[in-house]
T-cell receptor
Framework: GNSVTQMEGPVTLSEEAFLTINCTYTATGYPSLFWYVQYPGEGLQLLLKATKADDKGSNKGFEATYRKETTSFHLEKGSVQVSDSAVYFCAGGRTSYDKVIFGPGTSLSVIP | SAVISQKPSRDICQRGTSLTIQCQVDSQVTMMFWYRQQPGQSLTLIATANQGSEATYESGFVIDKFPISRPNLTFSTLTVSNMSPEDSSIYLC???????????FGPGTRLLVL
């Protein structure tokens, strides 16, 4: 079946460090890929998305590029801030009418 | 984008009781989904609710435990029946985004069962 694999945490970085969280998706066909973020005590927010190969999603300094050959969608940010501390979920879905498959989540803590 | 509200936002319940969670969206949508997020875990789909038909449950979830209603195109309820501490989770409602290919998630209901 379809699945999402992402780098397990927790990840602890110093402020202004470079962030990479790896994600790969296994499925038939090429689904849309997403990164969701969940800040402490809050709900789930869509951070960015890509709907086809070579698409780059970006938001709030975060970027991810949909690599077709590896179905990867690694999340990157050049300089993290304390306010980026959250749990990040990679996810995929064929269309918005189908269930979203979530990865296990990666907890990020950014220290001053 | 759709704006989704859920009630209650959180609750503490006694084992053996039932809780009904409401999900309201500000526009008509075709599909509504219910997910569960157990403590420290990822999200798992419980069921898909299409207006006018029975909900479709994922493996491991049954209607007797999680009955769902979908009376119209903007509203759905999920009931967690005969609760046990293992039901302590965040329950999230989501809706389809149409051809935008993104589901929109509600804020979640945090449930603690004692």
């Amino acid at each position: 079946g379809n699945s999402v694999t992402q780098m397990e945490g927790p990840v602890t970085l110093s402020e202004e460090a470079f962030l990479t969280i790896n994600c790969t998706y296994t499925a038939t066909g090429y689904p849309s890929l997403f990164w969701y973020v969940q800040y402490p005590g809050e709900g789930l927010q869509l951070l960015l998305k890509a709907t086809k190969a070579d698409d780059k999603g970006s938001n709030k300094g975060f970027e991810a590029t949909y690599r077709k050959e590896t179905t990867s969608f690694h999340l990157e940010k050049g300089s993290v801030q304390v306010s980026d501390s959250a749990v990040y979920f990679c996810a995929g879905g064929r269309t918005s009418y189908d269930k979203v498959i979530f990865g296990p989540g990666t907890s990020l803590s950014v220290i001053p | 984008s759709a704006v989704i509200s859920q009630k209650p936002s959180r609750d503490i319940c006694q084992r053996g009781t039932s809780l009904t969670i409401q999900c309201q969206v500000d526009s008509q949508v075709t599909m509504m989904f219910w997910y569960r997020q157990q403590p420290g875990q990822s999200l798992t789909l419980i069921a898909t609710a299409n207006q006018g038909s029975e909900a479709t449950y994922e493996s491991g979830f049954v209607i007797d435990k999680f009955p769902i209603s979908r009376p119209n195109l903007t509203f759905s309820t999920l009931t967690v029946s005969n609760m046990s501490p293992e039901d302590s989770s965040i329950y999230l409602c989501s809706v389809d985004g149409g051809f935008q290919e993104t589901q929109y998630f509600g804020p979640g209901t945090r449930l603690l069962v004692l």
